[in-house]
């Protein structure tokens, strides 16, 4: 079940490709009140410490398949469902160390039922967590 915090408090691990390390990753649960179209994701940037990793080198893994932030843009079929967590894939050499880190995420989204001059909308969340490996 999810945390009512869009950023998760499970999931928060480095990520390795063939044994080497190449960045961490950190679970969001969906912050909208209903569904959101993928492209309707205008970015989403990730600050660990005094580090902020930028939407564009980000990755939004959701049901097993990646979206870099060039391909969110252009995906009007694929569905972000509330209820279900995605993870952010961040590219950073050699991950983080273990500890408590303090994350903060910035989601630019767009409604297309808001008028343009209120667009994107920004949800930002932050808190401590724990990563462990």
Avoid: K
Wanted: charged share 20%; aromatic share 8%; hydrophobic share 40%.
């Amino acid at each position: 079940m999810a945390e009512r915090t869009t950023i998760q408090s499970s999931g928060f691990a480095n990520v390795s490709h063939e044994g080497t390390i190449t960045g961490f990753r950190v679970r969001l649960r969906q912050p909208n009140y209903r569904g959101l179209r993928l492209s309707l994701i205008e970015g989403i940037d990730v600050t660990v410490g005094d580090t902020t990793y930028p939407a564009e080198s980000n990755c939004l893994m959701l049901d097993g398949a990646a979206y870099t932030h060039a391909q969110m843009a252009e995906e009007i079929a694929t569905r972000w469902p509330v209820g279900v967590c995605a993870d952010v894939h961040v590219p950073a050499p050699g991950g983080l160390q273990p500890g408590v880190h303090d994350v903060a995420v910035t989601l630019r989204l767009r409604h297309p039922y808001f008028p343009p001059q209120f667009q994107p909308v920004f949800v930002r969340d932050q808190r401590h967590i724990t990563i462990i490996r």
